[in-house]
């Protein structure tokens, strides 16, 4: 069971960085108003409806305001139910992660802290600096160096999640599934996938995210029973503000049947105030 969660969760992960969503929100209050008073509320609401930019509209704009995106803070909350059966025996895992990351893209710098929690055991905290210099760890007391030969594809994996414009682009390959909307301050992203679709999708992120070939065979394997996802962009800047994802699968393999549902929110802030990310000194003298 410990290989089957290392990989689906790490399969999972480079999902979640390129294609974060979630349950699809209503529009309650517009359509009370349209009930109440229908001949000049829908008319209000098709005005809206029209306001609405279609997917490419969204995307181009969203790819435009990118450019000026220089920093922004990230946090996102992770929850992964596993229950796995082999004949009579059964096992069940929960396993709760909270990440929080400051991004400066060019040149790239990043401080991630990482916690991941199970039932019973004692919660691991793993703090992270990546630099265009080496990547630094530590898990516990102790900071590592990363080797310089896992270095760079790291590095890649997170320039390909810290840039907005690929995460919308990776909703072209569903478009018919998809549905746009304005909710508040945002414009919302709303997608329900399943079947061929969902598996299409999913090895286009973790192909372009640089997922190993274990992880792209595990994908094929999987029934995703459904796929929920919602990303939202500001209505005035077109820089992103979340993201959530929702999603069920069961799995089969040599006698053993795993089920695995999956919920990840996420929030984007303080744009361009992240100004300065440092490595401390005590950091690189005890990582040497």
């Given amino acids: 069971m410990k290989k089957w969660t290392t ?13 974060c969503g979630g349950q699809a929100g209503s529009n309650d209050a517009s359509e009370t108003a349209a009930n109440n008073d229908p001949t000049s509320n829908n008319a209000a609401v098709n005005e809206q409806e029209a306001a609405v930019p279609t997917l490419d509209e969204l995307i181009a704009k969203s790819s435009e305001a990118s450019k000026t995106l220089k920093s922004f803070s990230s946090e996102a909350s992770i929850e992964q139910n596993i229950s796995v059966e082999a004949g009579e025996q059964s096992q069940e895992q929960q396993l709760t992660t909270s990440i929080k990351m400051d991004v400066i893209k060019d040149p790239l710098t ?8 199970m039932p019973g055991q004692e919660a691991q905290t793993i703090k992270q600096y990546f630099t265009n ?11 590592v160096t990363i080797p310089e030969e896992q270095t760079q594809p790291l590095i890649e994996q997170m320039k390909a999640s810290v840039n907005p414009e690929q995460e919308l682009e990776q909703f072209k390959s569903i478009t018919e599934d998809t549905k746009i909307t304005a909710e508040g301050d945002n414009y919302v992203i709303n997608a329900t996938v399943s079947g061929d679709n969902v598996k299409e999708l999913a090895k286009s992120v973790l192909e372009q995210n640089g997922a ?3 992880m792209q065979t595990m994908i094929d394997q999987m029934d995703i029973t459904s796929m929920t996802m919602k990303y939202m962009v500001n209505q005035e800047t077109y820089l992103p503000t979340g993201t959530d994802l929702n999603m069920v699968m069961n799995m089969e393999q040599e006698g053993q049947k795993m089920k695995m549902d999956m919920k990840m929110t996420s929030t984007y802030s303080n744009h361009n105030t992240v100004e300065n990310i440092e490595v401390p000194q005590e950091v690189l003298d005890s990582a040497k």
């Fill in 110 to 117: 990043a401080y991630q802290e990482m916690k991941v929690e």
């Fill in 133 to 143: 210099d080496g990547i630094y760890s530590q898990v516990g007391e102790q900071w």
């Fill in 7 to 19: 990989v689906l969760i790490g399969a999972w992960m480079a999902l979640s960085l390129a294609a």
């Fill in 212 to 214: 190993d070939p274990q």
